[in-house]
């Protein structure tokens, strides 16, 4: 009887690893805003849902890097839901102290732009699997010359 248990489990688990799953990409990361606390940068993230249906976004988990130092972190609960069958652009929010800024100096002067590293992690609830993490990494620069107005 163990036997015939463990082979179900084995023929449940390859259907699973071998199953569809959501999927997402970084398509752009700019510039969203400036207020008296913070610099805020928008992260284009689009997710493609292959399910035919809408699946429940719990949170999104983000960390920004820049000279190789973490400048900002943060959480965004409940920010909706993938359709089903369909791609959704997620517009993640990601806000930066204006006191993490000045240490960015050195690289802002040496090419005017800001190098950097978004690593978020889509926490999204599955049916019957329960909550599935999807990591999104990025890698680029974000141009500071156009907001100068020189």
Not at 22 to 50: F, H, Q, R
């Amino acid at each position: 009887m163990a036997g015939l248990m463990d082979m179900a489990k084995e023929f449940v688990a390859e259907k699973v690893a071998n199953m569809e799953k959501p999927e997402a990409t970084v398509k752009n990361v700019d510039l969203k805003g400036v207020s008296t606390e913070c610099i805020t940068y928008k992260a284009d993230v689009n997710v493609s849902n292959p399910y035919s249906t809408s699946i429940p976004i719990c949170q999104i988990s983000y960390t920004f890097k820049s000279a190789d130092r973490v400048i900002a972190e943060g959480t965004i609960p409940d920010p909706g839901s993938l359709k089903a069958e369909a791609d959704t652009m997620l517009d993640v929010g990601v806000k930066v102290p204006h006191s993490v800024l000045a240490s960015l100096v050195k690289d802002i002067g040496a090419d005017w732009d800001i190098d950097y590293e978004l690593n978020i992690i889509l926490t999204v609830d599955l049916p019957i699997f329960g909550n599935f993490n999807i990591p999104v990494n990025s890698k680029g620069e974000v141009r500071v010359i156009r907001y100068l107005n020189i």
